[in-house]
């Protein structure tokens, strides 16, 4: 089954699988569901403009960084440190990052489980004839229930598992090679019935012509959060999946399409729900339920809707299935390797462990709304801490590890899978790692923080 490296390990078997696996783990809600909201919060184009910046000058290198730490290390994303760097304390990073996929997976399950739900909804034909207002209600209504939403989340939760658990090639590669083509077709659909909506062009506008006077230093956390969060950086997941990847394939390359995907796609999404939010005067800045909230309206509007409807959630449980798996993965290969679990046993620990926390999230959303950390509750706590903190952090942490400790030579080395590839960009990429990207995360992430305090705290800590 592998190609090189240890027998007892899974690996990808193609470089299609490759690419499909880590776009699959990068397109997910995070594109979907939470990029359109955030931008739409931050004031549109301008978090837009910041959050592409990111991306190519912080997430495109990190990503890069972590393929390569993972091919190298051909370990899980604690275990692959402690081979880079034997007798140091750069394994710590990979430890940070068992802590985030906790995190998110938490959250994450809930909002995959209302996309389940959606799906059911489209499929009995109870998400027509109705006005914007009562798709809002209809939202509103269902994530605040005590029970329905908590089901629809486990059940998200045991489908992840038992695809973990089947392993790297039956499991993760099979499903992220043919559903991700799907879904860039679906989203097109999309964009072109939203965009010719009546009113459409001033929510166009808004994503398109950036207006720096509603932006604050919380969307640039938000927008270098996300950027990490998209791309499935700074928590070991590409570490771990580019453990899986054979010594032939061009890293860079790999590195390059998936960001190009993802922002593609995120692109998309925003097109798509953007010009509709105007069409059907829904606040840009709803939150978590713009999704769920807009697109509704837009099925209803077009032929064929309740298909496409059907179709567009079922596809969006699936790009959060490819995500959910590889934040799994993280935790159980962590668990396989520096436990000696056997895969079964760790599947069943972390996905049981990680739904648990779940069902309190969900349950954040009604029953148990009350602030948990800086005046959020625990559904948002956890995205922000996730996104906006140990993401961040691993990331610094990343490219501290490769700009300072692990250097150009042999990086380049791999990068080049010993001299059969060119690798021109070795310049900027450590460029970026040793100072660029240290840098501006370290800045962000401090004055972020404070300003998310000021706002919560109503004072002023920061001089302006
Ligand atoms: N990138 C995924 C998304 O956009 C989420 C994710 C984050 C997956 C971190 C893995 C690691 O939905």
Known sequence: ??????????????????????????????????????????GGGAFLFVYLG???AIGLPIMISELMIGRRGRQNAFGSFKVLAPNSKWRVTGLFGVV??????????????????????????????RTPQEFEVLFTSFIEKPVLPVLWQLLFMVITSVIVLLGVQKGIEKYSKILMPV?????????????????????????????FSKFNMEGVLSALGHAFFSLSLGMGTLITYGSYINKKNNLGKTALQVTLADTIIALLAAMAIMPAVFAFDIAPGSGPGLVFMTLPNVFQQMPGGQFFSILFFVLLSVAALTSSISILEVIVAFFVEEFKLNRKVATLLAGITTAIVGVFCSLSMGILNFPAFIGKNLFDTLDFLASNVFLPLGGLLIALFVGWY???????????????????????????????????????LIYGILENLETYLKVEILPW
């Open 54 to 56: 990111f991306i190519i």
């Open 406 to 444: 692990y250097g150009k030579k042999k990086t380049l080395q791999e990068l080049t899978s010993e001299g059969k590839y060119k690798v021109k960009f070795i310049n900027s990429l450590m460029w970026s790692l040793k100072y660029i990207a240290p840098l501006a995360i370290f800045v962000v």
């Open 1 to 42: 089954m592998s190609h090189s490296g240890d027998q007892n390990r899974g690996s990808f078997s193609s470089k299609f699988g490759v690419i499909a696996a880590a776009a699959g783990s990068a397109v997910g809600l995070g594109n979907i569901w939470k990029f359109p909201y955030i931008t739409g919060e931050f």
């Open 183 to 211: 879904l860039v077709i679906i989203l097109v659909v999309l964009v072109v019935r939203s965009i010719t909506l009546p009113g459409a062009g001033k929510g166009l506008e808004f994503l398109f012509k950036p207006d």
């Open 100 to 129: 985030a996929a906790y995190l998110i997976l938490s959250f994450y399950g809930v909002v995959a489980g209302w996309s389940l739900h959606y799906a059911v909804e489209a499929l009995v034909g109870n998400l027509s004839d």
